[in-house]
């Protein structure tokens, strides 16, 4: 059945800006992140202090980069996204993607941007950061931003969690979250193209998506 | 000296003498504390003022709780002039159960009279057993005697970790319900008590903050471990003569081994410098002779609260993880990682497998 296909712009480049600097800080957080809970290659990779200089830039892009992407959700003029994550409009939705998900089920609704496991995942991402933002905070010595002491405005977290040791277990543990919903991320994009065949993954770097007229939107 | 301060110093003069402390090292003491205390040059004579005072000697009344007794033998090896000297002839400590040399009915009666005069510094050592007939000095439970002796001091100093949070007696599962001082006497005291943390206590820490208090008459200020601020506001890892080892990524992996004799980085042998703050690498320990980290000793984080049991394993880098509902079932942070990463990668594999026939149905429309 031949379909009514157009492209439709999907991301506009600040969109597309933001999730690539998220990506690349992601990536550098995690590599140096490693490093820093168990030092390894010792020779080869750039030394401890400059790895921990990497995280500690990566992580404050990453703060500020989620100020602007939370900006962008209320006030994008290209597309302001703030209501596609309201939770409960995606706890009524997720039942459906997850039997989708499972193969209980053969089509799902379509959504204009995210789905509601999407849109959760996103979300979590967005609260996680923060976590991560104050659990790392926590763990620095230095002044946030250069501004005021790291550890007299975030040391009660330490305190909180019962000491430093597991303040870096859970930053630790946080970060394993964000490896796994990354790889489940890329593989579930990957999956979407080959499965509708609308350029999904593509979508991030062109910002152009194959959209069918058919789909019901919302 | 006498010519200086008038009548008032013979004592100390004649204490120093009779303990053969010359005048330069005496000198050298004040400067060494003006300097750990963060003074400008110019306080120098100040603080020997201030410890000359000669007949107006603040008592100390020094109890000795549940511990080892250790911090006591870290302050008889210290630093000059002798601080055993220092402490107790130029300071009076009116009783300290280990080395004052009387006994029995004799010290009851001076510590009865310090308590009935008051205003002494009350030096703690030790944890307090907060159940009865677990620890008794004279028939008497511990808790009761600081209790006792607390509202009459001017300044409590809870010295060692045991003093402040329990410490070692305290450490799981505490039969005998060890608390350190602040936790028995409680929120009145607050800013009263100035904790000494450090398993055994650092004595230049303990003396400075003695001649502070005689200099300026307050307590220093307190961080909210009631920690004073100028002695443990700052990170062993930042202080550490190893660091520039660390940042250049070069560590000791094993006991024995080259590395080590190489004096590396002990990071990856456990080493909690990076989350204890406390003054041990400018400090140092016995005359100033070495610490931990310069014996070649990861550290092993006494100087916070309640380091006995939330850096337990010594020699490794994180505690374990328990798991909430399983018992005695641990793992490292590591392991739960991994787990989660490898049941991931296995699950997207069948996901994958199991979406073939979508994606081949997806490729003919």
């Not at chain 1, 379509?110 to 979300?123: V, W």
């Not at chain 2, 006792?148 to 809870?158: D, M, R, S, V, Y």
């Not at chain 2, 020699?315 to 787990?339: Q, W």
Request: proline share 4%; hydrophobic share 45%; with cysteine.
């Amino acid at each position: 059945m031949p379909k009514k296909v157009q492209l439709k712009y999907e991301w506009n480049w600040a969109y597309r800006i933001e999730h690539w600097v998220h990506v690349a800080s992601m990536i550098i957080l995690v590599f140096t992140g490693f490093y820093i809970h168990w030092p390894f290659c010792l020779a080869k990779c750039p030394y401890c202090d400059f790895n921990r200089f990497l995280h500690f830039v990566s992580m404050y892009t990453l703060i500020i980069g989620l100020a602007i992407r939370v900006y962008m959700a209320f006030f994008s003029r290209f597309y302001a996204d703030w209501k596609d994550f309201s939770i409960i409009q995606n706890i009524k939705g997720a039942p459906e993607m997850v039997a989708y998900y499972t193969f209980l089920k053969g089509e799902h609704k379509e959504y204009r941007k995210y789905n509601p496991l999407q849109a959760f995942t996103y979300l979590s991402w967005a609260g996680l950061i923060i976590i991560q933002a104050l659990t790392g905070l926590a763990l620095y010595t230095g002044d946030v931003f250069g501004l005021f002491s790291s550890q007299s405005a975030f040391g009660w977290i330490n305190r909180l969690l019962g000491g430093e040791g597991f303040t870096r277990i859970l930053h630790f543990l946080i970060m394993w979250y964000f490896i796994i919903t990354a790889v489940v991320h890329v593989y579930m994009s990957l999956l979407q193209t080959l499965v509708k065949r609308d350029r999904t993954f593509q979508s991030m770097f062109t910002g152009y998506k194959l959209s069918s007229a058919t789909g019901k939107k919302r | 000296m006498r010519k200086e301060y008038g009548l008032a110093a013979r004592d100390l003069v004649d204490t120093l003498r009779y303990s053969s402390i010359k005048r330069r090292d005496f000198l050298r003491f004040c400067g060494v504390t003006a300097g750990l205390l963060g003074l400008s040059e110019a306080y120098i004579p100040k603080i020997a003022h201030a410890i000359e005072k000669g007949t107006k000697r603040p008592p100390v009344v020094w109890l000795n709780f549940a511990s080892d007794t250790g911090c006591t033998e870290s302050l008889i090896k210290a630093t000059y002039p002798n601080a055993a000297d220092l402490v107790l002839d130029i300071l009076s400590v009116d009783y300290n159960e280990t080395i004052m040399a009387a006994a029995g009915q004799q010290v009851e009666e001076i510590l009865q009279k310090s308590l009935k005069d008051g205003n002494y510094i009350l030096v703690i050592e030790g944890g307090i057993p907060t159940k009865h007939g677990y620890g008794m000095i004279a028939g008497k439970d511990m808790m009761d005697i600081a209790k006792e002796f607390a509202p009459k001091a001017i300044a409590i100093l809870a010295v060692g970790s045991c003093a402040t949070h329990g410490g070692v007696p305290a450490a799981n599962p505490n039969p005998s319900a060890i608390k350190g001082v602040s936790a028995v006497l409680g929120d009145a005291y607050k800013g009263k008590i100035v904790n000494l943390d450090l398993c055994p206590v650092n004595v230049e820490v303990l003396v400075a903050v003695i001649v502070n208090y005689l200099l300026f008459k307050k307590l220093p200020e307190l961080d909210v471990y009631g920690r004073p601020k100028t002695f443990y506001g700052q990170l062993i890892h930042d202080n550490c003569e190893r660091r520039a080892h660390f940042d250049a990524g070069r560590f000791v992996e094993r006991f024995g081994t080259e590395e080590e004799a190489l004096g590396y980085c002990l990071y990856k042998m456990g080493c909690k410098g990076p989350m204890t703050y406390a003054p041990c690498p400018k400090i140092l320990y016995n005359d100033r002779i070495s610490w931990c980290i310069k014996a070649g000793a990861p550290c092993i984080g006494c100087g916070e609260q309640g380091w006995t049991d939330k850096f337990a394993g010594f020699y490794e880098r994180l505690p374990d993880v328990s798991i909430p509902g399983f018992k005695g079932v641990e793992f490292t942070a590591d392991k739960i990682g991994l787990a989660a990463g490898v049941a991931t990668a296995v699950g997207i594999a069948a996901h994958a497998i199991a979406s073939s026939k979508r994606i081949k149905k997806g490729g003919e429309e």
